[in-house]
């Protein structure tokens, strides 16, 4: 089984789905003969022609207007956001025309946008987004944030075969620093069902994208103090595994939702009110979120770290749980 | 069947219309689309269209009439109806109707019947006596913001002096979901319970340990009832999920009262049960000679009046019985269905009869006072027992207990055991009486003050035999009558 | 006495038909106007009186049975009448009815699937179509089929930033799409001088580099022609056309709109160049028709619009317990498998 990167993982799927598929194509800024901002589509244009690999003007409206309008017409497209920040600039296609497709006028409108998200690679404000509570409230658009190179090429696959638009988060900082040995085989990862990374009994840490490895790292930490931690990767925000997560409380008692993106409002409050409300019974503590302060994300080092959670401030959560 | 002609909304925002002008009157015969009044809105003016070909029956709001939108303003019979067939005439509705009509409004001065009290009561404790109050319990300071913390995230509910208790009772009172679902189900009181948590809460850990080990966590309820003192103790501890037996009914006489009982008393009747079915009572007696303790007793209270402590037969008993432990340890033990666990220590329970029910305060490590450190440590906690100044710490963690059945005369009585316990000695009255002496000289009648012990023991761990010993033990240590003072 | 008629074209037939489809989309309209005023319309009703004939004439120039697909505005209800939009449909999605094309959902002409029916709704943003346009007419060429989009625009919608992206995208790309850009000298209130400071507004074609063309949208055949050559245009694989039809709305914005911001005198000016009025007298004059032709198509008019009103007020209003559903694939709501 070849070892292969989180960004070579979703380049896979890319060219594998588009080998099965000829409805499949890329679209997005610097895709074809630069192979892309960050090399992810780099030698697709020579496989599948400019016809295919599509390089577009400055103009997210139009990548994303188009992707769409080419899904209704049966077509299979992936539009590319440079840095998934840019998606906000076509914000209003995505939720308004897209998302709305299926439910308003009965037209499936299959179309995945990815896009680079996150920080902790002193990017600033602009290249250091993690965007899936804007568009969790916007009803139609499926959400998912892959943390390993294999959710990420079973995910991107999964979401170009969905008949629904898909948000695709992928995470610059895995880019290069997730290995993995991938089956050669085709496979899917389902939208919509959790992956529990590390079984426990003491406390419940639920998280995704790069945060998964902090909350390894704050399990592993615990473990050495004989506390016990499960860590469940969503992997997907719309659809969400309602019932993974309330299976781990059940179990647990104690729950900490771990997030990239910035604390008030983000997606961690929808599953917070969630365990509160169907599983209020099992909590010994109060349900805790760990994720940034509520600021754009600064761009030196010593800002961006403390605007950003990191496994200290897991570990200091789950000690004032596990105190209680 | 007529055909409604009704006022339209003529733009989102908009609620009403007036009529301006019929341009057909009742009884014309109209086509479908054709004009048939004209109305004004906010935003516009517009010619109406008959919705059906027929003959207008009737004018509903007239001329210069302003109606909420939807409300029917005029009738057609249509085609093929008969033109006379038609309601009487209804009056409009009331002018400038909002549309649709609100349910009105609640009047004003219908007081909520569950408008909640203006400040926020403190929690109230579970048990009816209110429990005596952890010792210092940590005041509810706001965090301080540190650089990590969220910028807007320093506000936590800033608690006045009421709500400092309220959130440490609620805390150890309330628990968590978990905790009292649990308890709710195991029919635990939480209050009664010690806890390892914040405010002295009761963890999931502490509950489910107490639910295995009943002793672990638990503080015996302080709030026992019995109207009387003297009452046979047994203080046992709180409900474990028991088999219970059922309930025997009977019907009320003519002239019977009937009262509800207390939680005091409910509590107690489920842990006497309890006690009953757990342990294998047996209860052996024994008559112990006291006289050359009364000696000592009588020679010593002055002095120890003098150093604040009264004096009586129970430190001199006590000490008795911690020897006697101490060589048959079995009796200072507690047990399950498969292991015993030997005490450690030696915390004997001494039960306090009060006005409002019965304690059992603890002399920790008693083992380790002597004469008067017994007798200070059992006034102490009588006292603080009857004026409710107990702490948690004081009433649980005993490993044997002392009882009292005596104090209104009685000969002996046949105590229940104190849960998780394994044994305890009932004291009876000391009473001066004529009994056989043995001397070198032959038997001789003296008079000697006599003391009935009797100890009920669990018999699942306990033979008789060792009972037995055990009694001899402290039998001949306290005829012997060998105390430092 | 017959005055020679230029007709680029179209034979005795197809001026018949688009008369045809000129007063369905008057009388369908008067008798929405009429069902609004009886409170059976819910919502705005935003009529296209003035504007039918560069909305016919326009969509009168693809080719549908070639996959060709027309996107309207509100103002273009006669454009999905010549793709082949049904009365009875329009009229459900105006009465919000529950077996409206959109099931209840989506309101007015916000209806239609490109590949399905021809033409497509629009949604609310405007600018956002002409991108959605491009990438249809871009799936059209990948597929290998030869077929052209028509995307109709207002003056205030060329205001917006997806006009513009899409404008860009799809001349850079080369795509076959005809852009109506109807300047009918209003945006609700907003007259065009304070919409932008171009003066002729098919010059936005320069920020583009795509070709352009001015018309008046009140001419009929004038238009046609000009749709006509912009399509062909597209069609050989020559790119985007914006097509500036100049017209007026004689109606204000909305029915309940009372558009007193418009001078009477405008008002009046445009309604003496009425589209329809002019092109019948046109083919009269040319001695192509007559008064019993357009009688004739009035009648037929009439009795399509009744039969439509009448099976419209006959149809159920959505159940409530399907509000939750077709949101995504999967609960086959929208009969998918």
Same mark, same amino acid.
Request: net charge negative; hydrophobic share 40%; proline share 8%.
């Given at each position: 089984?070849?070892?292969?990167?989180?960004?070579?993982?979703?380049?896979?799927?890319?060219?594998?789905?588009?080998?099965?598929?000829?409805?499949?194509?890329?679209?997005?800024?610097?895709?074809?003969?630069?192979?892309?901002?960050?090399?992810?589509?780099?030698?697709?244009?020579?496989?599948?022609?400019?016809?295919?690999?599509?390089?577009?003007?400055?103009?997210?409206?139009?990548?994303?207007?188009?992707?769409?309008?080419?899904?209704?017409?049966?077509?299979?497209?992936?539009?590319?956001?440079?840095?998934?920040?840019?998606?906000?600039?076509?914000?209003?296609?995505?939720?308004?025309?897209?998302?709305?497709?299926?439910?308003?006028?009965?037209?499936?409108?299959?179309?995945?946008?990815?896009?680079?998200?996150?920080?902790?690679?002193?990017?600033?404000?602009?290249?250091?987004?993690?965007?899936?509570?804007?568009?969790?409230?916007?009803?139609?658009?499926?959400?998912?944030?892959?943390?390993?190179?294999?959710?990420?090429?079973?995910?991107?696959?999964?979401?170009?075969?969905?008949?629904?638009?898909?948000?695709?988060?992928?995470?610059?900082?895995?880019?290069?620093?997730?290995?993995?040995?991938?089956?050669?085989?085709?496979?899917?990862?389902?939208?919509?069902?959790?992956?529990?990374?590390?079984?426990?009994?003491?406390?419940?840490?639920?998280?995704?994208?790069?945060?998964?490895?902090?909350?390894?790292?704050?399990?592993?930490?615990?473990?050495?103090?004989?506390?016990?931690?499960?860590?469940?990767?969503?992997?997907?925000?719309?659809?969400?595994?309602?019932?993974?997560?309330?299976?781990?409380?059940?179990?647990?008692?104690?729950?900490?939702?771990?997030?990239?993106?910035?604390?008030?409002?983000?997606?961690?409050?929808?599953?917070?009110?969630?365990?509160?409300?169907?599983?209020?019974?099992?909590?010994?503590?109060?349900?805790?979120?760990?994720?940034?302060?509520?600021?754009?994300?600064?761009?030196?080092?010593?800002?961006?770290?403390?605007?950003?959670?990191?496994?200290?401030?897991?570990?200091?959560?789950?000690?004032?749980?596990?105190?209680? | 069947?007529?055909?409604?002609?009704?006022?339209?909304?003529?733009?989102?925002?908009?609620?009403?219309?007036?009529?301006?002008?019929?341009?057909?009157?009742?009884?014309?015969?109209?086509?479908?689309?054709?004009?048939?009044?004209?109305?004004?809105?906010?935003?516009?003016?517009?010619?109406?269209?008959?919705?059906?070909?027929?003959?207008?029956?009737?004018?509903?709001?007239?001329?210069?009439?302003?109606?909420?939108?939807?409300?029917?303003?005029?009738?057609?019979?249509?085609?093929?109806?008969?033109?006379?067939?038609?309601?009487?005439?209804?009056?409009?509705?009331?002018?400038?109707?909002?549309?649709?009509?609100?349910?009105?409004?609640?009047?004003?001065?219908?007081?909520?019947?569950?408008?909640?009290?203006?400040?926020?009561?403190?929690?109230?404790?579970?048990?009816?006596?209110?429990?005596?109050?952890?010792?210092?319990?940590?005041?509810?300071?706001?965090?301080?913001?540190?650089?990590?913390?969220?910028?807007?995230?320093?506000?936590?509910?800033?608690?006045?002096?009421?709500?400092?208790?309220?959130?440490?009772?609620?805390?150890?009172?309330?628990?968590?979901?978990?905790?009292?679902?649990?308890?709710?189900?195991?029919?635990?009181?939480?209050?009664?319970?010690?806890?390892?948590?914040?405010?002295?809460?009761?963890?999931?850990?502490?509950?489910?340990?107490?639910?295995?080990?009943?002793?672990?966590?638990?503080?015996?309820?302080?709030?026992?009832?019995?109207?009387?003192?003297?009452?046979?103790?047994?203080?046992?501890?709180?409900?474990?999920?028991?088999?219970?037996?059922?309930?025997?009914?009977?019907?009320?006489?003519?002239?019977?009262?009937?009262?509800? &009982?207390?939680?005091?008393?409910?509590?107690?009747?489920?842990?006497?049960? &309890?006690?009953?079915?757990?342990?294998?009572?047996?209860?052996?007696?024994?008559?112990?000679?006291?006289?050359?303790?009364?000696?000592?007793?009588?020679?010593?209270?002055?002095?120890?009046?003098?150093?604040?402590?009264?004096?009586?037969?129970?430190?001199?008993?006590?000490?008795?019985?911690?020897?006697?432990?101490?060589?048959?340890?079995?009796?200072?033990?507690?047990?399950?269905?498969?292991?015993?666990?030997?005490?450690?220590?030696?915390?004997?329970?001494?039960?306090?009869?009060?006005?409002?029910?019965?304690?059992?305060?603890?002399?920790?490590?008693?083992?380790?006072?002597?004469?008067?450190?017994?007798?200070?440590?059992?006034?102490?906690?009588?006292?603080?027992?009857?004026?409710?100044?107990?702490?948690?710490?004081?009433?649980?963690?005993?490993?044997?207990?002392?009882?009292?059945?005596?104090?209104?005369?009685?000969?002996?009585?046949?105590?229940?055991?104190?849960?998780?316990?394994?044994?305890?000695?009932?004291?009876?009255?000391?009473?001066?009486?004529?009994?056989?002496?043995?001397?070198?000289?032959?038997?001789?009648?003296?008079?000697?003050?006599?003391?009935?012990?009797?100890?009920?023991?669990?018999?699942?761990?306990?033979?008789?035999?060792?009972?037995?010993?055990?009694?001899?033990?402290?039998?001949?240590?306290?005829?012997?009558?060998?105390?430092?003072? | 006495?017959?005055?020679?008629?230029?007709?680029?074209?179209?034979?005795?037939?197809?001026?018949?038909?688009?008369?045809?489809?000129?007063?369905?989309?008057?009388?369908?309209?008067?008798?929405?106007?009429?069902?609004?005023?009886?409170?059976?319309?819910?919502?705005?009703?935003?009529?296209?009186?003035?504007?039918?004939?560069?909305?016919?004439?326009?969509?009168?120039?693809?080719?549908?049975?070639?996959? @060709?697909?027309?996107?309207?505005?509100?103002?273009?209800?006669?454009?999905?009448?010549?793709?082949?939009?049904?009365?009875?449909?329009?009229?459900?999605?105006?009465?919000?009815?529950?077996?409206?094309?959109?099931?209840?959902?989506?309101?007015?002409?916000?209806?239609?699937?490109?590949?399905?029916?021809?033409?497509?709704?629009?949604?609310?943003?405007?600018? @956002?179509?002409?991108?959605?346009?491009?990438?249809?007419?871009?799936?059209?060429?990948?597929?290998?089929?030869?077929?052209?989009?028509?995307?109709?625009?207002?003056?205030?919608?060329?205001?917006?930033?997806?006009?513009?992206?899409?404008?860009?995208?799809?001349?850079?790309?080369?795509?076959?799409?005809?852009?109506?850009?109807?300047?009918?000298?209003?945006?609700?209130?907003?007259?065009?001088?304070?919409?932008?400071?171009?003066?002729?507004?098919?010059?936005?074609?320069?920020?583009?580099?795509?070709?352009?063309?001015?018309?008046?949208?009140?001419?009929?055949?004038?238009?046609?022609?000009?749709?006509?050559?912009?399509?062909?245009?597209?069609?050989?694989?020559?790119?985007?056309?914006?097509?500036?039809?100049?017209?007026?709305?004689?109606?204000?914005?909305?029915?309940?709109?009372?558009?007193?911001?418009?001078?009477?005198?405008?008002?009046?000016?445009?309604?003496?160049?009425?589209?329809?009025?002019?092109?019948?007298?046109?083919?009269?004059?040319?001695?192509?028709?007559?008064?019993?032709?357009?009688?004739?198509?009035?009648?037929?008019?009439?009795?399509?619009?009744?039969?439509?009103?009448?099976?419209?007020?006959?149809?159920?209003?959505?159940?409530?317990?399907?509000?939750?559903?077709?949101?995504?694939?999967?609960?086959?709501?929208?009969?998918?498998?």
């Amino acid at each position: 089984m070849p070892v292969t990167t989180y960004l070579d993982a979703i380049r896979e799927a890319m060219i594998e789905e588009m080998r099965r598929d000829p409805r499949v194509f890329l679209i997005g800024e610097d895709v074809g003969s630069y192979g892309g901002a960050f090399k992810t589509s780099a030698g697709m244009i020579d496989e599948f022609g400019p016809g295919r690999v599509i390089d577009t003007p400055i103009s997210e409206v139009a990548i994303v207007g188009a992707a769409s309008g080419a899904a209704l017409m049966g077509m299979r497209p992936i539009a590319e956001m440079q840095f998934i920040d840019f998606i906000t600039c076509a914000y209003d296609m995505l939720v308004n025309f897209t998302a709305t497709s299926r439910y308003r006028v009965g037209s499936s409108c299959p179309i995945v946008v990815r896009g680079p998200a996150g920080g902790g690679t002193h990017g600033g404000p602009f290249h250091s987004l993690n965007p899936e509570a804007m568009f969790m409230n916007r009803p139609g658009i499926k959400i998912v944030a892959p943390g390993t190179a294999y959710d990420a090429k079973g995910l991107l696959k999964a979401a170009i075969r969905d008949d629904d638009p898909v948000l695709f988060i992928e995470h610059k900082f895995l880019y290069r620093r997730i290995k993995e040995d991938l089956p050669t085989e085709d496979y899917v990862v389902p939208i919509g069902k959790a992956n529990i990374r590390r079984t426990g009994k003491d406390i419940t840490i639920i998280t995704w994208g790069a945060m998964i490895y902090v909350a390894d790292d704050a399990a592993a930490d615990l473990a050495n103090d004989g506390v016990s931690a499960e860590v469940i990767d969503l992997r997907s925000i719309i659809p969400f595994d309602e019932e993974a997560i309330l299976n781990s409380v059940a179990k647990t008692n104690r729950v900490i939702i771990l997030h990239e993106a910035p604390l008030t409002g983000g997606a961690g409050a929808e599953f917070a009110a969630r365990i509160a409300e169907k599983a209020f019974d099992y909590l010994d503590a109060p349900i805790k979120r760990v994720a940034a302060l509520d600021v754009p994300t600064p761009y030196s080092p010593p800002l961006e770290a403390a605007a950003l959670p990191d496994k200290a401030r897991v570990l200091a959560a789950a000690r004032e749980l596990l105190r209680y | 069947m007529p055909i409604d002609v009704v006022m339209p909304q003529m733009g989102e925002s908009i609620a009403e219309g007036t009529v301006v002008k019929w341009l057909k009157k009742p009884g014309d015969k109209v086509e479908r689309d054709e004009p048939l009044l004209e109305i004004s809105t906010d935003k516009v003016d517009a010619e109406i269209p008959a919705p059906a070909s027929g003959t207008l029956t009737e004018i509903i709001a007239q001329e210069g009439q302003t109606v909420g939108v939807n409300t029917v303003v005029a009738r057609i019979a249509g085609e093929g109806e008969a033109a006379g067939a038609s309601a009487p005439a209804q009056p409009a509705a009331a002018p400038a109707q909002p549309a649709p009509p609100a349910t009105a409004p609640a009047p004003a001065s219908a007081p909520s019947a569950t408008a909640p009290p203006a400040s926020a009561p403190p929690a109230q404790a579970q048990a009816p006596a209110p429990p005596p109050k952890p010792a210092a319990p940590a005041p509810q300071a706001p965090p301080a913001p540190k650089p990590a913390e969220q910028p807007s995230n320093a506000t936590t509910p800033q608690p006045s002096e009421e709500n400092i208790t309220s959130l440490d009772e609620r805390r150890r009172t309330k628990s968590s979901p978990l905790v009292r679902k649990i308890a709710q189900e195991n029919n635990v009181d939480i209050s009664r319970l010690q806890g390892s948590g914040v405010s002295g809460r009761v963890t999931k850990n502490d509950i489910l340990d107490y639910l295995q080990q009943p002793e672990a966590a638990a503080a015996p309820s302080p709030a026992l009832a019995s109207g009387n003192e003297g009452g046979h103790p047994a203080p046992a501890e709180s409900a474990v999920a028991a088999p219970r037996p059922p309930a025997m009914t009977f019907a009320p006489g003519e002239g019977d009262r009937i009262e509800p &009982l207390s939680m005091m008393r409910k509590k107690i009747a489920q842990h006497m049960v &309890l006690s009953k079915q757990t342990s294998a009572h047996v209860t052996t007696v024994f008559e112990v000679d006291f006289t050359n303790i009364d000696k000592l007793r009588r020679r010593h209270k002055d002095a120890y009046a003098e150093r604040g402590a009264k004096l009586t037969f129970l430190p001199f008993v006590i000490q008795a019985v911690v020897q006697g432990l101490r060589e048959f340890p079995v009796i200072n033990a507690s047990m399950d269905e498969s292991s015993v666990t030997y005490h450690r220590d030696l915390n004997i329970g001494i039960a306090v009869a009060l006005e409002w029910g019965l304690i059992v305060p603890v002399v920790k490590n008693a083992d380790e006072k002597n004469i008067l450190g017994l007798s200070k440590s059992i006034n102490d906690l009588g006292e603080r027992a009857r004026t409710k100044k107990l702490s948690p710490d004081d009433v649980q963690g005993g490993t044997f207990t002392i009882t009292n059945p005596g104090i209104y005369g009685g000969l002996f009585g046949t105590p229940i055991i104190n849960q998780p316990q394994v044994a305890i000695l009932g004291v009876g009255g000391v009473k001066k009486r004529p009994v056989v002496v043995e001397t070198k000289e032959g038997d001789v009648i003296a008079i000697r003050s006599m003391c009935i012990l009797a100890l009920t023991f669990d018999h699942r761990l306990i033979d008789g035999a060792v009972a037995d010993q055990f009694m001899a033990r402290i039998r001949s240590l306290i005829e012997a009558g060998q105390f430092t003072l | 006495m017959t005055t020679p008629l230029e007709t680029h074209g179209l034979t005795r037939e197809n001026l018949l038909a688009i008369d045809y489809f000129l007063r369905l989309t008057r009388t369908l309209e008067e008798r929405l106007v009429a069902l609004f005023r009886q409170a059976k319309v819910i919502g705005g009703l935003y009529r296209s009186l003035g504007q039918e004939g560069e909305s016919v004439a326009a969509a009168y120039a693809l080719d549908y049975k070639q996959g @060709d697909v027309v996107q309207p505005l509100i103002r273009n209800m006669g454009s999905i009448l010549v793709a082949g939009a049904k009365p009875s449909d329009i009229i459900k999605q105006y009465m919000a009815k529950g077996d409206s094309p959109t099931r209840g959902r989506e309101l007015n002409i916000h209806f239609g699937h490109p590949d399905r029916d021809g033409f497509i709704g629009q949604i609310s943003m405007l600018g @956002d179509m002409i991108p959605v346009m491009a990438g249809i007419t871009l799936a059209g060429r990948m597929q290998k089929r030869n077929l052209v989009g028509m995307a109709f625009i207002g003056d205030g919608a060329s205001s917006t930033g997806a006009f513009y992206e899409g404008m860009n995208f799809a001349t850079v790309q080369r795509l076959p799409l005809v852009v109506i850009l109807e300047n009918n000298g209003y945006a609700y209130s907003t007259p065009t001088a304070k919409q932008s400071a171009v003066k002729t507004l098919a010059d936005k074609a320069h920020a583009f580099g795509c070709a352009s063309e001015v018309v008046d949208g009140n001419d009929v055949l004038a238009t046609y022609a000009a749709a006509k050559r912009a399509v062909d245009r597209a069609r050989a694989g020559e790119g985007v056309t914006l097509i500036e039809v100049k017209t007026f709305r004689i109606k204000g914005h909305a029915e309940h709109d009372n558009q007193s911001y418009v001078p009477i005198q405008l008002i009046e000016e445009w309604s003496a160049k009425d589209p329809v009025v002019q092109f019948e007298k046109a083919l009269v004059d040319a001695g192509l028709a007559a008064t019993p032709d357009f009688d004739a198509i009035q009648a037929r008019v009439r009795s399509e619009v009744d039969t439509a009103t009448d099976e419209a007020e006959r149809s159920p209003m959505p159940r409530a317990e399907e509000a939750a559903l077709g949101l995504f694939a999967g609960d086959g709501y929208w009969g998918e498998g």
